[in-house]
């Protein structure tokens, strides 16, 4: 799978461009803030029907603008093309259409292109608190799995209506009785997901970070889970009393966490910024070969200013992983750094475009 081309209107300082795209490597060159992560940003949106950030769909629109449009064609596995175009008019929720048909779910178009990017931000990844890394990994499975998003959604409404009720007080035992079952029913589904995904992710991130770290360091992955050692009506049933008091549910896979380590410690409480942003590549690396296989398509690999942090050693060890003939397919990479990217495609034997970005107009050079 690819992207074609793309045409952006109004998508945050990016106000009207047409591009096409290389079937290997975009490089984009621009300093900070001209618009280069905003186009990787327009590219995730297309295949993940959100931007990478966290912030509202308000904050998509071009500053004083009314409507904004991003619109490309993918070129698919099986030899087709689609249109996916996703619209937003201000005070109005988003529309994602597909071939001109509209979504009424946004979920059924997750995993149909699917996407991997990593960011400067992914060091929270590691550091950041226990959301980040369930973030991942249900960004990542239901990519790979319709059935896993489906079982996520209605979890997470259940889990919504019961806090709803702990908030109000509510303690009769048949209120709680349907949507616990719901809760134990679903979070099965998560748990065994997330625990098939981390045994397969764990020995791809292991051997891509001893690549990138010049075989000096050995990583690790732990998931940790309430559902490890008991059912979730178990947790629900051992925890009811506590989460009446507090109104909320205080157990369960909405509280579940990945460990990371390296050599043995504790990777968040221990590890450098190189090391941190390291195993952050690494992950990403991992989960682009674990999509690539499970879903038996080609993903987009997005790497924005991935260099950033890492001493020459590093630098050059990533630009080898990533120039790594047949692993890859469609990438796009961004930098401040024109020799960087200068090295990478002097290393690639295939397609290759350079792009030049400033204020957010698109050059190629």
């Not at 008091?245 to 968040?268: K, M, N, P, Q, W």
Request: net charge neutral; hydrophobic share 35%; with cysteine.
């Amino acid at each position: 799978m690819r992207l074609e081309n793309i045409e952006i209107l109004n998508f945050k300082n990016i106000g009207n461009t047409k591009l096409d795209f290389s079937p290997g490597v975009n490089c984009l060159l621009g300093m900070n803030g001209m618009g280069k992560s905003n186009l990787l940003d327009a590219i995730h949106l297309l295949s993940m029907a959100r931007s990478m950030s966290s912030l509202p769909d308000s904050s998509l629109l071009k500053h004083g603008e009314e409507l904004m449009l991003v619109k490309g064609s993918f070129a698919t596995d099986a030899g087709g093309s689609d249109t996916i175009s996703c619209g937003l008019a201000k005070g109005k929720r988003k529309s994602l259409k597909r071939n001109g048909k509209e979504y009424q779910k946004l979920s059924e178009h997750i995993g149909r292109y699917p996407v991997v990017i990593s960011t400067p931000e992914d060091s929270r990844i590691v550091s950041g608190s226990g959301e980040e890394r369930r973030k991942l990994m249900d960004m990542v499975i239901s990519q790979a799995d319709a059935r896993y998003i489906s079982a996520l959604i209605r979890y997470n409404k259940a889990l919504e209506n019961r806090n709803k009720m702990l908030r109000a007080g509510v303690k009769d035992s048949i209120l709680y009785e349907s949507i616990e079952k719901t809760m134990t029913e679903t979070a099965a589904v998560i748990h065994e997901a997330r625990k098939e995904w981390v045994a397969a992710i764990t020995p791809i991130v292991e051997e891509i970070y001893q690549r990138i770290s010049g075989g000096r360091e050995k990583t690790g992955l732990n998931y940790k889970s309430s559902l490890n050692s008991a059912t979730m009506q178990e947790v629900l049933d051992s925890h009811r009393e506590k989460d009446h008091i507090l109104g909320f549910t205080s157990a369960g896979v909405h509280r579940d966490d990945l460990e990371t380590s390296l050599d043995g410690y504790s990777l968040r409480a221990l590890g450098s910024q190189g090391q941190l942003k390291s195993f952050a590549v690494a992950l990403r690396l991992a989960i682009y070969r674990y999509l690539r296989e499970k879903k038996g398509m080609v993903p987009l690999l997005l790497l924005d200013d991935i260099f950033d942090k890492l001493d020459s050693s590093r630098v050059e060890n990533i630009m080898r992983e990533v120039s790594r003939e047949g692993d890859f397919g469609q990438i796009f990479i961004t930098d401040t750094n024109r020799k960087h990217l200068d090295d990478i495609l002097s290393g690639i034997e295939g397609p290759k475009i350079l792009i030049n970005v400033e204020e957010g107009e698109f050059e190629v050079i």
